[in-house]
């Protein structure tokens, strides 16, 4: 008898366990691995949620940039990681949904991670060089479509943003043009904005700026909504390609089978900072448009991850984008 009461209260030691070191969590220093290098708007998101992380867990959180394919090797790092809430994965559209479909990769976009919290989005501009005769962007396509495989479009690359988009707003709009891979889209747009190209669909971080110059000029930006940042220019919807929806986001993942309590006191941590109006002052400054609230849960994120796989693998494999 008194054998069996021995086994039966370390039987329910053993099931306290992983409650237990989620009460304790964290009791050392949380890793946020960063897929590119320092200094870029991913890098700058990660220290900005870093920094008033550090105050509600009590721990600091530490950057660790781990460059390469386009972030797959960051990426992977975390998939093989310990999923005990000590390394988390920030990544957007193109690092957790884009690169499965272009990258052979070594671990499952879908099946290796755990959603954590979704962080801010932010749509992107169709713009011109000047001497694209056309004002407006009905004009813009009923132009490329005169002109077919004439225009082009200038890239970062096979699988890039600009790349994956120009190939949505060819099937969205009947036309067809070239793709001009750049080293990067700073490259690609100084090559717009020197003539050299005809058209980008490109962050605002980088195209309001020579929009603003006057050096380039913008048809529309595309999502249901305008920018704060640039009010003059329409939406798609507004411009005549209704629903032509197209943004980077960003998020945070947890190595697959993270203690659920973990990821909700994790969670807690990106749901304050989102909150603080300082995190968010810096996040628009570069442009980025935080979740509403009642997306930056595990759930929320889990459902668009799955959603955007859906919609734009089947469109990148139709084209034929592949990066071996």
Request: charged fraction near 15%; glycine fraction near 8%.
């Amino acid at each position: 008898m008194k054998r069996l009461i021995t086994v039966l209260a370390l039987a329910a030691a053993v099931a306290a366990v992983p409650g237990a070191l989620a009460q304790g969590f964290p009791t050392h220093p949380i890793t946020i691995v960063v897929p590119f290098a320092a200094g870029g708007p991913t890098d700058v998101i990660a220290r900005t949620l870093a920094q008033h992380m550090h105050g509600s867990l009590g721990q600091n959180v530490i950057i660790e940039n781990v460059t390469g394919a386009n972030g797959a090797i960051g990426v992977g790092k975390v998939a093989k990681s310990a999923p005990d809430g000590y390394t988390i994965s920030i990544g957007h559209w193109s690092t957790h949904v884009i690169n499965g479909a272009v990258y052979p990769l070594q671990y499952d976009l879908l099946k290796d991670f755990e959603p954590l919290s979704l962080i801010s989005t932010n749509a992107y501009l169709i713009v011109a060089r000047n001497a694209v005769p056309a004002s407006d962007l009905k004009g813009f396509i009923a132009w490329l479509k005169a002109n077919p495989d004439k225009a082009s479009e200038g890239t970062a690359g096979a699988g890039s943003p600009q790349h994956v988009s120009g190939v949505f707003f060819q099937n969205a709009t009947g036309t067809r043009f070239q793709f001009i891979p750049y080293r990067g889209a700073a490259p690609a747009m100084a090559a717009l904005v020197g003539g050299e190209i005809d058209m980008i669909i490109d962050d605002p971080t980088s195209s309001l700026p020579q929009v603003r110059a006057g050096r380039i000029k913008a048809f529309a930006v595309t999502s249901p909504t305008r920018l704060a940042a640039a009010p003059d220019v329409p939406t798609v919807d507004e411009a005549g390609l209704p629903k032509f929806y197209f943004s980077r986001w960003h998020a945070l993942w947890l190595p697959k089978a993270t203690p659920k309590d973990v990821t909700a006191k994790l969670n807690a941590a990106v749901v304050a900072a989102l909150a603080d109006a300082e995190v968010r002052s810096r996040l628009a400054g570069l442009g980025q448009d935080i979740f509403p609230r009642a997306q930056q849960t595990p759930e929320a994120l889990g459902a668009l991850h799955k959603a955007e796989i859906e919609k734009w693998w089947p469109i990148i494999k139709a084209a034929g984008i592949k990066v071996e």
